[in-house]
C-alpha cells in the first residue's frame, strides 16, 4: 500500500513539474479585483492622455472583447494592467508564465494598491483621494482573508492572510460588503490572462518604473517579421525563445546580433532578461 501511494506522489510531482516548465492554463502571477454593477462604476476618465495608457474602447457584445484601459504597472514593468470599463473590474498578471512572483518582488497588494491610486488620479472611478486609499485598504485586508476563520480547513491549502492577497482569479466587492463580511477564500493565487492582452498594450512604459541601470538593459529592435536584433549581446549568446504560455519554441545563439523567432507574439529568454517580442 504504501509502494502505491508513493507512486501517486511522485506521479502528481512529475506531472507538476512539466505544468510549471510549460504551463498550458491561462493562469498567471497576479489577481483581479471586481466591483458590482453599481457600486464603483469605471469610466475613460483622464486615462487616455497618457502616453503610456492605451485605450480600448471596443462596443461589442461579445464578453471575450476588452473595453477599458490597458499599460503597464507604474512600479514593475513586467506585470500589465487592464481596467474594463464595462464590466468594472482591475485585472493584473505577469507577462512572464514562468513567474510565481512579481519579477521585480512586488507584492500583489503594493500593486493592486497602487495601480488603483492611479486609476483614482486619472478618474477612472470618480471618488476622493482619501475615500479611494480608504476604500482600496479595506478591499486588500477582505482580499487577505479579513475576519473570516480559516483554520479549519485543509492545512495544504491555507496561507497565512498576513503574507500577501491570495485570492484565486478574482475577487468581488459590493454593497453587501459594507455591512456583511467579505473575505478571500485561501487558496493558490493567480489571476485569468485577458485575450489577446499582447495586443492591446501601448508601445510605450511609464517613466517612473523602477528599473534596472540602463547599462545592463538589453535593447532589442525588430529589423523585420521574425527576426530581432539585440545590440549589447555579445556573439554566440545563448537564447530561448518561448511563445506566451510558456511553451518552448526554439532555441540557439545570437548571429551577428540576429535572433529569428517563430512566431510572434512570444518571449525571448537571453542574458537573465525576459522580453516580450512582439
Request: with cysteine.
Given at each position: ?217 538589453l535593447r532589442v529592435s525588430r529589423l523585420r517579421p521574425g527576426i530581432f536584433y539585440c545590440d549589447s549581446a555579445p556573439q554566440g549568446t545563448p537564447y530561448k525563445v518561448f511563445d506566451v504560455n510558456g511553451i518552448l519554441l526554439k532555441q540557439g545563439q545570437t548571429e551577428n546580433g540576429q535572433i529569428i523567432v ?17
Amino acid at each position: 500500500m504504501k509502494k502505491v501511494l508513493l507512486m501517486v506522489v511522485l506521479f502528481s510531482a512529475l506531472l507538476f513539474a512539466a505544468e510549471f516548465e510549460n504551463p498550458q492554463t491561462p493562469l498567471r502571477f497576479g489577481t483581479q479585483l471586481v466591483f458590482g454593477p453599481s457600486y464603483l462604476p469605471f469610466q475613460f476618465g483622464n486615462a487616455c492622455s497618457k502616453d503610456f495608457v492605451n485605450c480600448v474602447k471596443d462596443t461589442a457584445s461579445s464578453y471575450e472583447s476588452f473595453n477599458g484601459i490597458a499599460y503597464y504597472s507604474t512600479i514593475d514593468s513586467n506585470i500589465v494592467v487592464f481596467a474594463s470599463v464595462e464590466y468594472s473590474k482591475i485585472t493584473l498578471f505577469s507577462i512572464y508564465p514562468f513567474s510565481l512572483s512579481s519579477p521585480m518582488g512586488t507584492s500583489l497588494k503594493d500593486l493592486l494598491r497602487n495601480e488603483f491610486m492611479n486609476l483614482q488620479e486619472w478618474g477612472v472611478f470618480d471618488i476622493s483621494k482619501d475615500s479611494a486609499s480608504t476604500l482600496i485598504d479595506r478591499i486588500i485586508f477582505e482580499m487577505q482573508g479579513g475576519e473570516c476563520d480559516w483554520n479549519g480547513i485543509d492545512d495544504s491549502s491555507y496561507i497565512n492572510a498576513n503574507i500577501d492577497i491570495f485570492d484565486a482569479i478574482s475577487f468581488t466587492h459590493d454593497e453587501y460588503c459594507d455591512s456583511l463580511e467579505c473575505c478571500g477564500s485561501p487558496v493558490d493565487g493567480g489571476a485569468v490572462m485577458v485575450d489577446n492582452w499582447w495586443t492591446l498594450l501601448p508601445e510605450k512604459k511609464p517613466t517612473s518604473i523602477l528599473s534596472k541601470p540602463a547599462t545592463s538593459r538589453l535593447r532589442v529592435s525588430r529589423l523585420r517579421p521574425g527576426i530581432f536584433y539585440c545590440d549589447s549581446a555579445p556573439q554566440g549568446t545563448p537564447y530561448k525563445v518561448f511563445d506566451v504560455n510558456g511553451i518552448l519554441l526554439k532555441q540557439g545563439q545570437t548571429e551577428n546580433g540576429q535572433i529569428i523567432v517563430p512566431k510572434t507574439p512570444s518571449i525571448l529568454d537571453i542574458q537573465n532578461q525576459k522580453i516580450l517580442l512582439k
